[in-house]
């Protein structure tokens, strides 16, 4: 029989001989994130980068009759790739230096509704960096009904390809990224973090 000690968040109490349903619970939990709903005027989003916009298609549609989750991942994704080259990081970039950049980390808020025939647009904030990852914030606008369909918080880490490990940024876009944070960090709003997201 398998040992299941190493994999689940606290021991298997027995009663009676027989696993008990009842599993210790994780940090998480117990200590669950709580994130305050954001307030943040539409206007507001106007001073960060638009890094991708959409027009919301039946296909993307589920049995709920609004766009399906794969798809919000799908439009970030795309934001993610246009910040990146923005910022000098774009694929000729990450082919001519063998870098690459990975995901590490995600926190995914669904605030109202996307429907067939919407428009979505999605402006990127950063919020942080250390010399190997990158803190940022995408914001998905419903732009036709005026509202914050969802946000994104991310951690991203600038990858060396040849060893497959984290690596400092090189100066050139350590500086880019320098230059925009300070410029976000005169925004006089404040991002609804997760609280757990780090750089």
């Known amino acids: 029989m398998m040992n299941l000690d190493p ?52 296909t993307y549609l589920d049995a709920m009759g609004h766009m399906n989750i794969s798809w919000y991942m799908a439009l970030y994704n795309d934001a993610t790739w246009r910040f990146g080259a923005m910022l000098g990081m774009d694929e000729g970039y990450f082919r001519r230096e063998q870098t690459g950049a990975f995901a590490l980390q995600q926190f995914v808020r669904y605030l109202a509704e996307v429907r067939v025939g919407q428009s979505v647009a999605i402006h990127t904030r950063l919020l942080g960096r250390s010399a190997k990852r990158l803190h940022i914030m ?62």
């Open 7 to 58: 994999i689940l968040p606290g021991p298997i109490k027995k009663q009676n001989g027989q696993p008990s349903t009842s599993i210790k619970a994780n940090s998480l939990a117990a200590n669950p994130v709580k994130v305050p709903e954001p307030i943040i005027p539409l206007e507001a989003f106007e001073h960060l980068p638009l890094t991708h916009r959409h027009t919301i298609p039946e």
């Open 138 to 199: 995408h914001f998905m606008v419903n732009e036709s009904q005026g509202t914050l369909a969802s946000t994104l918080e991310m951690l991203g880490g600038h990858m060396d390809l040849t060893v497959r490990r984290m690596a400092p940024f090189p100066p050139d876009i350590a500086g880019r990224l320098d230059a925009l944070l300070a410029h976000h960090a005169t925004l006089d709003w404040e991002a609804p973090v997760c609280g757990v997201i780090q750089a």
